[in-house]
């Protein structure tokens, strides 16, 4: 057998936190085999980006293929590891893996469990994303998408959804809802600066006046808030078509309304704001009201899949509260509360450990952080000799289509040719059944 001895271990999911957290380990000398459930790697930064910012998504995609060369790193797409998946974690532990790094991202939806979460018109916006991403099988569903849009929450996710509403869907009215005050919008200048143009103004400064007294008794300056919005009108892209852009502050969604399963209204309460804990909290005034919108987006952030089969709580992975091997002030290692004790060879990284935590650069910086308090662990071990053959021959054993860093390259290479034949800036096939089709995946040997 060529290999020699080396620190034997298992990344779960290809985005920014497994690459960079893959990439520290096997520069560090380990034996690192990536497990994708998705085709591609990128995660987020190739299926959450928003599709025309080609010049950002294609930065991402050459770090990721640079990590990707280091010899010391297999990859292995379309296949799923879970409590549901393809393979279990225990059949890692049993393929020799010393430690196993879970970077799967937060793939389950955060919903609030409202009255009417289940009508035609009524979605998340992970999943719109996914889908105008093009990312197999969300690329495949229908939205109905009318003409009058509420979007719940107000971060760059939210900007993005009313960007595509107003570009795309070419809705006539596009609405924000945001539990809190305009101080307290999460979305950065620069993401403003894409939709504001299309923001009714007039609105603006109505709904500031209708605010007003709420931030005033908790002594909230006003012109905090409207620097926060308004501040990305020095630098707006043109205006795009006719779409009516506006906010509803110190609002919270109640229940969605419907006739015959489909959406016509979004009921919603005022808010006050309160000072607890050092912090200001949202509180219902009771005062209720109704929203004639035919489509309602919950951007409020993500969750982890339950069914992955690590113990979770509030959205997230649950951690050791008493890290072994802490980096920066933090943990990373999962941790049992049944046993009340850590999951000796598991690390979680990137949104895995922290739901919606930070962008692109966040991720890549926590899975490294992630992978340097594997390798602290690893030190407590000796080092094996890792047995590919036995992966391959497990993953062989799986009879379906799995693909390799080569397939990767061969697929880049398809989608650009196309794009170029078809005289577009980007191309890229909407289904898994396409992609494996193209590059002639097969089962691994």
């Known amino acids: 057998m060529s290999e020699t001895n080396a620190y034997f271990v298992a990344v779960v999911g290809a985005g920014p936190s497994g690459i960079f957290g893959a990439r520290e380990l096997a520069t560090q000398g380990a034996r690192v085999v990536i497990f994708n459930r998705d085709i591609k790697p990128g995660g987020l930064a190739e299926y959450g980006v928003y599709p025309n910012k080609h010049k950002m998504k294609e930065g991402f995609r050459k770090q990721f293929r640079q990590a990707l060369t280091n010899p010391n790193i297999t990859y292995y797409g379309n296949l799923k590891v879970g409590a549901q998946g393809d393979l279990t974690l225990d059949d890692l532990r049993s393929l020799g893996f010393q430690a196993i790094l879970v970077t799967v991202g937060a793939q389950g939806t955060k919903w609030l469990g409202l009255p009417g979460e289940d009508l035609e018109g009524v979605y998340h916006a992970k999943d719109l994303v996914y889908h105008y991403n093009k990312l197999p099988p969300f690329s495949e569903k229908k939205f109905r998408l009318g003409k009058r849009c509420a979007i719940i929450g107000a971060g760059n996710v939210m900007l993005d959804i009313a960007y595509y509403m107003i570009h795309d869907v070419k809705a006539e009215e596009v609405i924000a809802v945001v539990r809190r005050g305009p101080g307290e919008v999460n979305f950065t200048k620069e993401e403003m600066t894409r939709t504001i ?11 500031m006046q209708r605010v007003l007294p709420a931030l005033q008794a908790v002594n909230q300056d006003p012109e905090l808030g ?4 308004l501040d990305a009108l020095s630098r707006a892209e043109p205006r795009f078509g006719s779409t009516r852009f506006r906010f509803e502050f110190l609002t919270s969604p109640i229940q969605m309304l419907g006739e015959n399963g489909v959406l016509t209204k979004l009921e919603v309460e005022d808010n006050i704001l309160v000072a607890k804990d050092g912090s200001l909290k949202s509180r219902g005034t009771g005062n209720k009201r109704t929203l004639d919108v035919d489509t309602v987006i919950f951007a409020i952030g993500d969750r982890i899949d339950d069914s992955f089969g690590l113990p979770s709580d509030s959205n997230e992975f649950i951690k050791s509260p008493s890290p072994r091997f802490p980096i920066e002030g933090t943990s990373y290692e999962a941790f049992d509360p049944k046993a009340n004790a850590p999951i000796p060879d598991v690390f979680v990284g990137g949104w895995a450990r922290k739901a919606s935590e930070g962008l692109v650069g966040v991720a890549r910086k926590d899975g490294t952080n992630a992978s340097k308090a ?3 662990y690893l030190q407590t071990k000796q080092p094996v000799v890792p047995n590919l053959e036995a992966v391959a021959e497990k993953i062989k054993s ?4 799995i693909v390799t860093k080569e397939d990767i390259q061969k697929l ?3 989608e650009a040719a196309e794009a170029q034949k078809r005289g577009l800036e980007e191309f890229k096939f909407a289904t898994n059944e396409e992609m494996l089709q193209a590059i002639g995946a097969t089962i691994t040997a």
């Open 197 to 207: 143009a299309n923001l009714d103004l007039a609105a603006f400064e109505a709904e």
């Open 226 to 229: 409207r620097h926060k919005v």
């Open 412 to 414: 880049e290479a398809l």
């Open 374 to 376: 594997v390798w602290q």
């Open 398 to 401: 799986l009879g379906k289509q």
